[in-house]
């Protein structure tokens, strides 16, 4: 809906506006009157436009597309939208990067979300991914320290190498992010050109009640490109809408980008005695345990009519699941599916679910849930409780997810490590299939930041998580930071 036709201008009650140039004043060149309202108006909606920016991802771009089903998957999953082979289903996904401000460049190095949304017709699915497969840290309790480290030091106002390297040298579990972060796909060269993960392990179910894990690959169909850290640093000052620009432009063109959809299956019961905790967000399932299966394509084919409608406002929450998918025991996604729902209420509103891009699109919302800011009256005079005896909303008796079996007291401990599990083990895969010359660029994009550090304690523990992924990663890269250093 566009509210933008030829005709006289209005106030925002529906008056024409006689004059847009020049307040009413009491007399020539007296003071302005009060009773101008199109002025008070005008001013008061601008004092208003912004709405609180995310604390992290608050720089992003979206798209509108198409996700198609290209083979049977109800062997481990019963979600309507994944029953047919053939089956297409409305997505929006918004891309973004995590620690810049709202006004901030796309050419940075940093993980980008993949926030996926599914319009699904058992409601909105949201898989709130990122384009690497794991992350920095494994307890939700760790996220706000965690970003304090990457966001606006309270004293100096910018980003600290200290804080940065503090916290990762005293987390170890981040090592496996941040050499991944640290290499090549660290700067992808645009949003069409990274991949997309879903990274937490997610239940599926079937028909039969027969529970699944899972992990959600989303291979690009561009391939792989990244930007140099030089490449960056100019692009970022050149263009700092490049990613936002890119991704417009090829829909614009019709150069549709789109992504292979893959998922790793692993059977409930595997999950106890596999080598690696599968719920630990900071490790893969290697692909020889876990062969990626093809699922699906997605395709981005329409570009946003208003930015802030339907980007800034779009919501996502890893909570949004549907019939056949659940959460995992995962420590961190279980803390986002709490944290998601929260940073929306707050930032958008209670009745965010309102708005074009985030209502489901085939399904009838049926809630006692009721008013609020910016309630739309969509329940009219209905009842707005239960139980009651005028009919409405009743509730199924079937859970979306299959339980999952617990056990022992409750405690505060690390999650479970299994038999080849540690905070370095993946990292130094990783290290290791990097060609040389990757290898070099990571090493130095790696010590030209561990030597702004003001410490050596600081920097010498931030060195010892790469030495003990890889002892030729640790020596090279203790060379370069003490080249740099002096
Ligand atoms: P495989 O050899 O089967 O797969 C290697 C994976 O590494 C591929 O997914 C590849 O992505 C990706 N990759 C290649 N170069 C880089 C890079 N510079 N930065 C990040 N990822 C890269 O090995 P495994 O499955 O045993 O995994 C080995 C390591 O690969 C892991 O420790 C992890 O760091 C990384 N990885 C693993 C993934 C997984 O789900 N198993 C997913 C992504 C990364 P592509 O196919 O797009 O080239």
Do not use: C
């Not at 991914?129 to 965690?146: C, E, M």
């Not at 990274?194 to 690959?217: D, I, L, P, R």
């Not at 399932?285 to 779009?314: C, K, M, T």
């Not at 909570?319 to 803390?335: C, T």
């Amino acid at each position: 809906m566009t509210v933008s036709e030829t005709g006289p201008l209005t106030t925002e009650a529906g008056a024409p506006v006689a004059d847009n140039q020049n307040s009413e004043t009491a007399g020539l060149g007296g003071p302005v009157l009060i009773q101008t309202q199109h002025l008070i108006e005008k001013l008061a909606h601008f004092n208003r436009e912004r709405i609180p920016e995310r604390i992290v991802h608050a720089r992003g771009a979206g798209a509108y597309g198409t996700f198609t089903l290209t083979r049977d998957v109800s062997q481990w999953t019963r979600a309507a939208f994944l029953s047919e082979a053939g089956k297409q289903t409305e997505v929006f996904l918004r891309f973004s990067t995590v620690a810049g401000n709202l006004g901030s460049a796309d050419a940075v190095r940093d993980p980008r979300g993949f926030a996926l949304k599914f319009y699904t017709e058992e409601g909105n699915y949201d898989l709130v991914g990122n384009n690497t497969p794991v992350f920095f840290i494994k307890d939700a309790l760790k996220f706000p320290d965690f970003i304090h480290t990457q966001k606006r030091d309270p004293y100096s106002g910018s980003q600290e190498a200290d804080n940065v390297w503090d916290f990762w040298g005293l987390s170890p579990e981040s090592t496996h992010q941040v050499t991944w972060l640290f290499g090549d796909r660290g700067i992808p060269a645009s949003y069409r050109h990274m991949n997309g993960y879903g990274s937490h392990t997610y239940q599926w179910s079937n028909e039969a009640g027969e529970a699944f894990w899972v992990k959600y690959h989303f291979k690009t169909d561009q391939g792989i490109k990244n930007l140099t850290q030089a490449e960056a640093n100019l692009l970022a000052g050149e263009d700092p809408d490049s990613h936002q620009r890119d991704l417009r432009e090829a829909i614009e063109r019709g150069e549709f980008p789109s992504w292979t959809v893959q998922v790793q299956i692993m059977p409930a019961a595997d999950a106890a005695t596999y080598r690696f905790n599968p719920f630990d967000l900071t490790k893969v399932w290697p692909h020889a345990d876990y062969p990626p299966i093809e699922i699906g394509r997605l395709e981005l084919n329409r570009n946003p009519e208003n930015i802030f409608a339907e980007v800034e406002q779009s919501i996502f929450s890893p909570a949004h699941l549907v019939p056949g998918i659940g959460p995992s025991p995962d420590k961190m996604l279980q803390g986002r599916l709490f944290a998601y729902g929260d940073a929306h209420r707050y930032r958008v509103g209670i009745n965010a679910d309102h708005l074009p891009v985030n209502r489901p699109h085939a399904t009838t919302v049926r809630t006692h849930s009721r008013d609020g800011a910016l309630y739309d009256g969509r329940h009219g005079g209905a009842k707005n409780y239960e139980p009651n005896s005028f009919g409405g909303p009743f509730e199924t008796g079937r859970p979306l997810w299959e339980p999952s079996e617990v056990s022992g007291t409750t405690q505060y401990s690390a999650a479970p490590t299994h038999a080849e599990d540690n905070d370095f083990v993946q990292a130094g895969t990783l290290y290791r299939l990097m060609p040389e010359d990757e290898k070099g660029r990571l090493i130095d994009n790696l010590a030209g930041f561990i030597a702004k550090v003001s410490r050596d304690d600081i920097a010498e523990r931030a060195v010892n998580n790469f030495r003990q992924a890889d002892p030729d990663f640790g020596k090279r890269l203790e060379a370069a930071v003490q080249a740099l250093r002096g």
